[in-house]
């Protein structure tokens, strides 16, 4: 079956840092690639997703690339900020299967000032 | 416009009891979801609805889990009895696409704790 594999956490940088959250997937097919991001006390929300491969998602600085050659989706950015701080789930759906959702367990990013 | 959203936000109650959580998803979302979130771990599928039919609910534990989506609309999931073992958060989430790129649009989550 799927399945997504992130970066165990909790994470913890210093503002300004660089940031990058690893995530690795199995799937059949050529799903598409999510990443979101849970912010205290708020429900999850979509930060970016890619479609397909060599697609880059991109929002609020974070960049993710889709790569199936490395079946990875890896979540960077170059500067954090405090504000960032939250749980961030790397989840992939199937075009077919029914839009079939697997997410990863979270990485929980805390940045200080 | 409204978000998804989910009721109540927590819930303590003693096993063996009953409880039940209510969704409405964002308006002319056909496709609803309801997730169950342990702590540490990301959200498990428990039943997905196209309009009013559960056109996935494999993972619904279907001795103690029941869940309606009457008219299409706003759903409810409900436990009966409760476990030591059901404390979690159940989230909601609805979508426009059904498959594909389409994004899931989540409410803040039901906390429930069985004591």
């Known amino acids: 079956g799927d399945s997504v594999t992130q970066m165990e956490g909790p994470v913890t940088l210093s503002e300004e840092a660089f940031l990058t959250i690893n995530c690795t997937y199995t799937a059949t097919g050529y799903p598409s690639l999510f990443w979101y991001v849970q912010y205290p006390g708020e429900g999850l929300q979509l930060l970016l997703k890619a479609t397909k491969a060599d697609d880059k998602g991109s929002n609020k600085g974070f960049e993710a690339t889709y790569r199936k050659e490395t079946t990875s989706f890896h979540l960077e950015k170059g500067s954090v900020q405090v504000s960032d701080s939250a749980v961030y789930f790397c989840?992939?759906?199937?075009?077919?299967?029914?839009?079939?959702?697997?997410f990863g367990d979270g990485t929980t990013l805390t940045v200080k000032p | 416009e409204a978000g998804v959203v989910q009721s109540p936000r927590y819930k303590i109650i003693e096993k063996k009891q009953p409880v039940a959580f209510w969704c409405n998803p964002i308006?002319?979302?056909?496709?609803l979801y309801w997730y169950l979130q342990n702590l540490g771990q990301g959200p498990e599928l428990l039943i997905r609805y196209e309009n009013e039919e559960a056109v996935d609910d494999s993972q619904l534990p279907k001795d103690r889990f029941s869940a309606e989506r009457l008219k299409g609309v706003d759903s409810t999931l409900k436990i009966q009895p409760a476990e030591l073992g059901d404390s979690a958060v159940y989230l909601c989430a609805s979508s426009l696409i059904a498959g594909g790129a389409g994004e899931l649009f989540f409410g803040e989550g039901s906390r429930l704790t069985v004591l």
């Open positions: 989840a992939l759906r199937h075009n077919t299967n029914a839009g079939k959702s697997t």
């Open positions: 308006s002319g979302h056909n496709t």
